[in-house]
Each structure stands twice: as structure tokens, then as C-alpha cells.
């Protein structure tokens, strides 16, 4: 059973910087995406980024591109997101998720992963 925590979510001001932090458990990656999701308060959730874990290829939102980075140690089985230049409306609940072998058209869905963690929570002010 694949196993998600999230951490690293917090309180920053525009303009700084978070990481957020995923540790995987449960069974080995290799074949997999993780990716990271959002949820603001009456908005659904929406893709991020995500990166395969074998060989590493990163896909991210056009509205976190050039400020968002996800990567991924494999020793630690942890996917970790930078986020820079945080803006107000990157504001939500931040979710880690997995699922095996997905195609790119399909890995900015949230319906196409069956594992997801709790959440962290990031709160930008203005």
C-alpha cells in the first residue's frame, strides 16, 4: 500500500519561498509519477507539476512555471516541491499523489492518481 505525507506548508509573505516535502512509502517507485495538486477554497483541485520517477521528467502548470520546482531523491523516496516568487492566489491546500505508469496527456488529471496524501496547507499574504 503506497503510503503519502506531506510537509513543509506554512505561512509566507509574497514573494517567498516554500519547499514542500512528500515522503513515499509502501513499495518501490520506479515506473511511477508523483505529482503535486492544489486546492484553494471553493476551487477544485488542480494539477501543479509532476515528475516520473524513473529518469525524472518534470511537467508543470503554465501559472507555476519558471517558479516551481519538483524533484525527487530516490535514496530518500521523497518528492519535493521549491516553490519562488509566491504569490496570494498560490494559496490552498497542497496534496502529494502517485499512480503507476501514467501517459503525459494523463498526469494532469487528479482522477488518473489512486494515491494521495493529507495535505499541507500554504498561505501566501499580501
Known amino acids: 500500500q503506497v503510503h503519502l505525507v506531506e510537509s513543509g506548508g506554512g505561512l509566507v509573505q509574497a514573494g517567498g519561498s516554500l519547499r514542500l516535502s512528500c515522503a513515499a512509502s509502501?513499495?518501490?517507485?520506479?515506473?511511477?509519477?508523483m505529482g503535486w495538486f492544489r486546492q484553494a477554497p471553493g476551487k477544485e483541485r488542480e494539477f501543479v507539476a509532476a515528475?516520473?520517477?524513473?529518469?525524472?521528467?518534470?511537467y508543470y502548470a503554465d501559472s507555476v512555471k519558471g517558479r516551481f520546482t519538483i524533484s525527487r531523491d530516490t535514496a530518500k523516496n521523497t518528492v519535493y516541491l521549491q516553490m519562488n516568487s509566491l504569490k496570494p492566489e498560490d494559496t490552498a491546500v497542497y496534496y502529494c499523489?502517485?499512480?503507476?505508469?501514467?501517459?503525459?496527456?494523463?498526469?494532469?488529471?487528479?482522477?488518473?492518481?489512486?494515491?494521495w496524501g493529507q495535505g499541507t496547507q500554504v498561505t501566501v499574504s499580501s
Open positions: 499523489a502517485a499512480e503507476f505508469m501514467l501517459a503525459e496527456a494523463s498526469l494532469v488529471r487528479r482522477n488518473e492518481y489512486d494515491y
Open positions: 509502501g513499495r518501490t517507485f520506479s515506473g511511477y509519477v
Open positions: 515528475i516520473r520517477w524513473s529518469g525524472g521528467r518534470t
